[in-house]
């Protein structure tokens, strides 16, 4: 069994500040993992993701993850946040078995960027 | 290059009643993941297509049924419907076993 655990339900930050938003994951399995954003009334957008080599993974739009497998975790983290950064952000872990992949999300981390 | 499309966007039904919602893969894919996202919460997985049957299943009841076309096109039907099946329905599709989904915007289910 897999799981992932989001603990910060919301995150308020101001604008221009750094913000992290933690995941951990647990499984038994090598993993693939993921970060979606999801704006209001909308489906989720795929962020970034790990699948191998380098640990540390980054989207276009400045956010960057890093992959730690001694912590089971994979934080995401932009240096300056903008307005538009305010959405609820999903941590997904995937493993890969049996020839397909069973995919996991977290409950979710609102971000709200204060002006 | 279109993404993967939903039908209805939005839905509006009665306890008891039956649904059918719909889901067109982004091109080039052929494997199609359901998932119920309750408000305020994270996706669940439903059911996953590839080849026509189901192949993963979550822990849904019976009432939640699907159904993959040939053309990788896929049906999410929930029967006797309840208060609680109110969410947004999920279409993801990707190729393969391959990782990271497209996902669809949704269908907003209202049971009333």
């Known amino acids: 069994a897999q799981s992932v655990t989001q603990l910060d339900s919301q995150v308020p930050v101001f604008e221009e500040a750094p913000v992290e938003l933690r995941c951990n994951y647990s499984s038994s399995v090598s993993v693939y993992l993921f970060w979606y954003v999801q704006y209001p009334n909308q489906g989720l957008q795929l962020l970034l993701k790990y699948l191998s080599g380098s640990t540390l993974v980054e989207s276009i739009n400045g956010f960057e993850a890093e992959f730690n497998k001694s912590q089971t975790s994979f934080h995401l983290r932009k240096p300056s946040v903008h307005i538009s950064d305010t959405a609820e952000y999903f941590c997904a872990v995937s493993s890969h078995s049996g020839g397909y992949q069973k995919v996991t999300f977290g409950t979710g981390t609102k971000l709200q960027v204060i002006p | 290059d279109a993404g993967v499309t939903q039908s209805p966007t939005h839905l509006i039904k009665t306890r008891g009643q039956q649904v059918t919602l719909r889901c067109s893969p982004k091109?080039?894919?052929?494997?199609v993941s359901w998932y119920q996202q309750a408000l305020g919460q994270g996706p669940q997985f439903i059911f996953q297509?590839?080849?026509?049957?189901?192949?993963q299943r979550g822990n849904f009841p019976d009432r939640f049924s699907g159904h993959q076309f040939p053309n990788y096109s896929s049906e999410l039907n929930v029967n006797a419907l309840l208060l609680g099946d109110s969410a947004l329905y999920l279409c993801?599709?990707?190729?393969?076993?391959?990782?990271?989904?497209?996902f669809g915007s949704g269908t907003r289910l209202t049971v009333v």
């Open positions: 297509y590839y080849e026509e049957e189901e192949r």
């Open positions: 091109s080039g894919h052929d494997t």
């Open positions: 993801a599709s990707s190729l393969g076993g391959g990782a990271g989904y497209t």
